[in-house]
């Protein structure tokens, strides 16, 4: 296993493969010959491994530090105020006010805090899910209706993505 | 579909907030955004791709690419970083596996 490449994650190697062992043998027969028996295998194995890493990466993070600033009060639509109040730059401002009004119009707190902590934060699934007392399929459906409601929102309300990347792009 | 190396990163501790930039990035923004756009109403969960992905890989694998294979499973693995880090592991070692 890569894992034993690094002399410090020889016994993690070690705990992950009994796991996975265990595992094998408790799912045995949810196996159903689409692939070849040791690419399930090591499926199940980079799972169980990458589940424990990541554990082991952010334990010492809490969601609470991570969403303490809400990034998504602050879209990057800068406006530089050198710049003459042109048409243009009036029209980034709305869009942004816009943009800034509908997150907070169409997101629960739980999908903000989720949105921010994986999209933002850079926090796997897995560890947001764990803190939030949820499996991380039913934060996956959490954030999933999130986008689904500023993506609906954002087309009711005319917003072209394209407009705000260009808005972006020239801020 | 570009393969990092899915362990190394791993290894690597969190940077603690107080020393990060304050504000939104950027770059992460247009991410969002980019994956708000792309959302689709009939996206599948981490489980459903989690029973496929031992096949879907072995087939990505084989041909070398995606190519359009199994769109559902492309377009999770492009919204949902764990399953994403999981399936360029996977890949990795069926590389490995096959040298």
Redesign the interface.
Same mark, same amino acid.
């Given at each position: 296993m890569? @894992?034993q490449q690094?002399p410090t994650v020889a016994p993690l190697a070690e705990e992950v493969a009994q796991d996975t062992l265990l595992r094998v043998l408790d799912r045995l027969d949810t196996f159903e010959g689409?692939?070849?028996f040791?690419? /399930?295998v090591?499926?199940i194995a980079?799972?169980i491994?990458?589940t424990e890493?990541?554990r082991?990466? /952010?334990r010492?993070?809490s969601l609470e530090?991570?969403t303490?600033?809400d990034?998504?009060d602050?879209?990057?639509l800068q406006i530089k105020s050198d710049l003459p109040a042109t048409e243009t730059l009036i029209e980034k401002a709305d869009l942004l006010a816009r943009i800034q009004r509908i997150i907070a119009e169409e997101l629960t707190e739980k999908q903000r805090i989720a949105?921010v902590a994986?999209? @933002?934060?850079?926090?796997?699934?897995?560890e947001v899910a764990r803190r939030m007392g949820m499996e991380?399929?039913a934060l996956?459906?959490l954030l999933?209706d999130a986008?689904?409601h500023?993506?609906k929102r954002?087309e009711k309300e005319g917003i072209l993505?394209s407009d705000?990347?260009a808005a972006?792009e020239q801020? | 579909m570009r393969l990092t190396n899915p362990f190394s990163r791993f290894f690597k501790k969190p940077a603690p907030e107080s020393s990060k930039k304050r504000g939104m990035d950027k770059e992460k923004f247009q991410q969002m955004l980019k994956a708000i756009e792309q959302t689709r109403q009939d996206e599948l969960s981490c489980d459903e791709v989690a029973a496929l992905i031992a096949q879907f890989s072995e087939i990505v694998q084989d041909r070398g690419e995606a190519d359009n294979l199994m769109p559902l499973i492309q377009h999770h693995l492009e919204m949902c970083s764990d399953c994403r880090e999981e399936f360029e592991a996977l890949l990795r070692i069926l590389s490995q596996s096959n040298a």
């Open positions: 890569a @894992f690094r689409r692939s070849q040791t690419t /399930w090591h499926t980079v799972r491994g990458l890493l990541r082991q990466k /952010w010492d993070v530090s991570l303490d600033e990034d998504l602050n879209v990057p949105l994986v999209a @933002f934060k850079g926090m796997p699934l897995a991380r399929n996956y459906k999933h986008r689904l500023l993506k954002l993505p705000v990347y972006i801020g | -």
